[in-house]
């Protein structure tokens, strides 16, 4: 049966009717804010390649969560800025530095809200790559995976309520995993960047975090932007190992893969907006020539539809708002 029996546009006729039959719909508890955290006090250091994104002193990323919450965000992904840097990294695991100040801060402020730092090296070596480096400039895998673990047992002790580990070292979800389970930490969730592209949509978040590499790139350990079937495979190692959930970074130009990763695995899938994505965005914005609020609604459901149960963005106190308003 074809025209003129069926006319799909009867249910296009009203908004109200659209809203019943609309078939993805995202929500605010979908979201994951991002927030920069740097050592001092009152320090608000804007990012020109982000507008709308600062690094934020402890004290000022305090209000920012507790901004979130109150908008209904769930859920915070601290990054660090730290106040030193050396070639094994070794800020990452201090228990003074700003994201374990901040975690611990921010539970105090907002106890229900999710506080998820995220693991990695890049900020914290002086070299800006994710794990430890031997003589000959190569990141040692094997090496790495004690310092991250160390790193994991440090947030665990601050009250973190997740780690997601997002180096793509071979096995540190399940060294992470073994880890915080030998220290009482069993019941701590991991969130895995299981597929994580060597992309070039990273680059203002390399501004911000302070993370570039000093020399060489990140393809060695980050995934080829071409591979589809590797990326089930790692997704399918780091659930072997222990991942609660799993991350696809970036989202736009990697729909595919998160759908095709929530069909295999039928598991929580997270997929990260990055900061070249939101850049773009806000960069047409500006120039009037998109509308933001539409455009981020839109990519928002496409990232929803292709299967992502939680979207990590920088534009999700804006969404909560709309979302609001809607």
Same mark, same amino acid.
């Given at each position: ?131 430890? @480096?031997? %003589? ?10 004690? =310092?991250?673990? $160390?790193? #994991? *047992?440090? &947030? ?75 990326? @089930?495979? %790692? ?10 959930? =799993?991350?696809? $970074?970036? #989202? *736009?130009? &990697? ?72």
């Amino acid at each position: 049966m074809g025209f003129p029996q069926e006319r799909p546009r009867r249910l296009r006729a009203s908004e109200t009717l659209r809203r019943m039959v609309r078939e993805t719909k995202v929500t605010v508890d979908d979201l994951i804010y991002p927030i920069f955290v740097t050592n001092g006090q009152g320090v608000k250091n804007p990012v020109a390649s982000m507008p709308g994104v600062y690094q934020l002193s402890v004290d000022l990323a305090v209000k920012e969560a507790e901004e979130a919450w109150k908008l209904g965000i769930p859920a915070v992904l601290l990054f660090g800025i730290p106040a030193y840097k050396d070639e094994k990294g070794s800020s990452a695991y201090d228990d003074n530095e700003a994201v374990q100040r901040a975690i611990r801060a921010i539970k105090d402020k907002c106890p229900e809200l999710l506080v998820i730092p995220d693991l990695c090296l890049c900020e914290y070596t002086s070299h800006g790559h994710c794990g430890l @480096l031997d %003589e000959k400039g190569n990141v040692m895998n094997d090496a790495t995976l004690e =310092v991250l673990g $160390k790193v #994991a *047992l440090s &947030y665990a002790r601050a009250g973190a309520d997740m780690v997601a580990p997002s180096d793509m070292m071979d096995g540190r979800v399940g060294h992470i995993r073994r880890v915080l389970d030998e220290a009482g930490y069993s019941h701590l969730p991991i969130m895995s960047y299981a597929a994580k592209y060597a992309s070039a949509f990273y680059g203002p978040f390399r501004d911000v975090a302070e993370s570039a590499p000093q020399f060489g790139d990140r393809r060695g350990y980050q995934m080829d932007p071409a591979n589809g079937l590797e990326a @089930l495979k %790692e997704v399918r190692l780091d659930l072997e190992e222990g991942a609660d959930i =799993v991350m696809v $970074k970036p #989202a *736009l130009a &990697y729909l595919d893969i998160i759908r095709r990763v929530k069909d295999t695995f039928g598991v929580p899938v997270a997929a990260y907006n990055v900061s070249g994505e939101y850049a773009m965005v806000k960069a047409a914005a500006q120039m009037g020539w998109l509308d933001e609020k539409r455009i981020v609604m839109e990519i928002v459901t496409g990232i929803k539809r292709a299967g992502a149960d939680i979207i990590i963005t920088y534009h999700a106190k804006d969404l909560a708002r709309w979302l609001k308003e809607e």
